[in-house]
DNA sequence: TAGATTGTTAATCGATTAACAATC
DNA sequence: TAGATTGTTAATCGATTAACAATC
């Protein structure tokens, strides 16, 4: 029963076959090898056998993988057959894009209340109430919120992280383009949309000369 | 003149020297130790010297870099001295948010047209007009457009994008989560909010046993 | 001078890819 | 049976880390 530590690529991966995967059950398919899911999305069929490996996924030589089996497994690897709240704080233009957005409760989170300054609270966007921030500790408490979601600016990304953790939140998706200085046992996940902007400028840069 | 090879992971580092730098510049700093930037940002001192030397940078034994110096190596390096047009195709939540926030134009980029179906064009947000889409193909020629960037449902994401292709679009910035399949020599980076929740949950999982 | 810091070369590590045996 | 496919073990590759010489 030693788990072995699964590669955060693998990881990352997981949710594009989960993708594609239900979309060819949509279509029909009861079965797919990994080697037509490799080429559909532009990974080795050897990765991606190693990949379905950690999830405990079995195949059979021949006929490939049970869709519906296979997408069980990564769903109950990743634990997105639960669905974990969250809060978020900063309603500002992200924020409140990440509101109106219902599409996570597939993928295990759903956002449950929204923070900012008190002149914005009172509000309700996309079923989601907005509270004054002062809140916050109080509400994780009683509500027992794991995940805290930052889409406030920079500036206060630190401050804000620190007040989640004294609040008793273990995990931060963090959509601030700031590093955050926690203790190591929160789990911080960065979306960091200039790091690829970083790559698409450098890269275009290259291809059309200086 | 034998430029070598970036590694995609030096390329996602430099926006992040960057922020810090500009910060230890406002505080009044004038130079700076690639030492100092490891331990703010968590990353070994000698990774940083690297990357710094990608950009061209030069320091000074015992003083450092100048951090005026090193902000301008690392910003022509991403091209990110220039602005870059770019045309948003997908007006809803996550769009909308995009075209509201300003930040990208200190990073290279600037939004300076949306386009969606017809109902939406006429609006305005954020500054940026609202098209049909069927205006992008003619819009982009005319205005040399070069990067695209993608904020609409996973249905329509590669629809969207082989069209972009098709109007001579040569960069893809895609917020959609679908796998875009388009001629290899277009420069694609997928921004994956999926793929960091998969990672968070996974870990809380783990850490509160299943 | 001594020591902090740079920048390069070598060693390590981990993920990806290749090779191949097993099996339905 | 033959061949497609699985799943594992070994080889490769590339990024990170460690070691160290150079220098102000």
Known sequence: MEAKKVPAPTLRRLPKYLNYLKRMKENGNVTISASK????????????RKDFAYTGAEGVPKIGHQIDELIRCIET?????????????????????????NGFQESGIKIVAAFDIPEKSGRNIGGVEVYGVEKFKQMVGRMKIKIGIITAPADHAQEIATMMVDSGIQAIWNFAPRKLDLPEEVIVENVDMYSSLALISHRLKKKFGK
Chains 1, 2 share one sequence.
């Open 77 to 101: 690897f990743l634990n997105w057959d639960n669905v974990t709240d969250a809060f978020l704080v900063g309603v500002g233009h992200l924020g409140g894009a990440l509101l109106g957005y």
């Open 37 to 48: 899911v490799a080429e559909a999305l532009d990974i080795q069929h050897t990765q991606v």
